[in-house]
């Protein structure tokens, strides 16, 4: 007994500073540096017109996240944010028949975010959503039958929603990842491109954050 009594002040002074470390709000900023990989849309419209039948399209792509968040107050118990992230990502296909052409696809997405976060300085969630726009290219390789063409949206309005998670390892280093749709605006027709539906697009990202 007189052990446990002697070690108290000393256990004491150790959990103490946790405790305390451990209560710290949220804020005040966030930047996040993420690997990306994300669907890329494959309707009419969105990849370039006259493909060949059997031509392979990509519908997924990888690429880079980055963004960054400020924490402007309180709705309750959840912190108050305002961020956007900017995404790129990249996909492509090979041939699997002679007579078709490899398809390179790019997206763009900018997505300025509100958002509401639930935890402490040291690991938090958080729900988000915004309105930004998006940027989708296509490009088609040339053949023997089809000569080589190329699709581009310019910017298009697209809402962005989702959720995700930071950890730090520390006061400064940690990691998260953020699970995001973006509900693109569909396109008029535009010289020989035919115009292109709303479609949605899924980013799964993660990596490191800094705050």
Same mark, same amino acid.
């Not at 690997?35 to 969105?46: E, F, I, Q, R």
């Not at 963004?67 to 912190?79: D, E, K, R, T």
């Given at each position: 007994?007189?052990?446990?009594?002697?070690?108290?002040?000393?256990?004491?002074?150790?959990?103490?500073?946790?405790? !305390?470390?451990?209560?710290?709000?949220?804020?005040?900023?966030?930047?996040?540096?993420?690997?990306?990989?994300? +669907?890329?849309? +494959?309707?009419?419209?969105? &990849?370039?017109?006259?493909?060949?039948?059997?031509?392979?399209?990509?519908?997924?792509?990888?690429?880079?996240?980055? /963004?960054?968040?400020?924490?402007? %107050?309180?709705?309750?118990?959840? !912190?108050?944010?305002? %961020?956007? !992230?900017?995404?790129?990502?990249?996909?492509?296909?090979?041939?699997?028949?002679?007579? +078709?052409?490899?398809?390179?696809?790019?997206?763009?997405?900018?997505?300025?975010?509100?958002?509401?976060?639930? /935890?402490? $300085?040291?690991?938090?969630?958080?729900?988000?959503?915004?309105? /930004?726009?998006?940027?989708?290219?296509?490009?088609?390789?040339?053949?023997? !039958?089809?000569?080589?063409? &190329?699709?581009?949206?310019?910017?298009?309005?697209?809402?962005?929603?989702?959720?995700?998670?930071?950890?730090?390892?520390?006061?400064?280093?940690?990691?998260?990842?953020?699970?995001?749709? $973006?509900?693109?605006?569909?396109?008029?027709?535009?010289?020989?491109?035919?115009?292109?539906?709303?479609? +949605?697009?899924?980013?799964?990202?993660?990596?490191?954050?800094?705050?």
């Amino acid at each position: 007994m007189r052990r446990f009594w002697w070690w108290m002040p000393v256990w004491m002074l150790m959990v103490w500073p946790a405790a !305390a470390q451990a209560v710290e709000p949220i804020g005040p900023f966030v930047v996040d540096a993420r690997g990306l990989m994300g +669907t890329v849309p +494959t309707g009419a419209g969105w &990849t370039p017109a006259g493909l060949p039948d059997g031509t392979d399209v990509p519908s997924r792509g990888f690429g880079l996240d980055v /963004g960054g968040h400020v924490y402007v %107050g309180h709705l309750g118990s959840a !912190a108050v944010g305002l %961020g956007a !992230a900017l995404g790129w990502s990249r996909a492509t296909t090979t041939p699997v028949l002679a007579d +078709t052409p490899s398809i390179v696809g790019r997206v763009t997405t900018l997505a300025p975010q509100l958002s509401l976060n639930f /935890g402490h $300085h040291l690991g938090w969630s958080y729900l988000s959503a915004g309105y /930004g726009g998006a940027r989708i290219g296509s490009e088609s390789s040339a053949t023997p !039958a089809v000569p080589a063409a &190329t699709a581009a949206s310019g910017w298009v309005g697209a809402v962005n929603f989702g959720g995700g998670a930071r950890w730090f390892l520390n006061d400064h280093l940690g990691v998260g990842f953020d699970l995001r749709w $973006h509900r693109l605006s569909g396109r008029a027709a535009a010289g020989m491109l035919p115009a292109a539906a709303r479609t +949605t697009l899924f980013h799964l990202a993660a990596g490191i954050s800094v705050q």
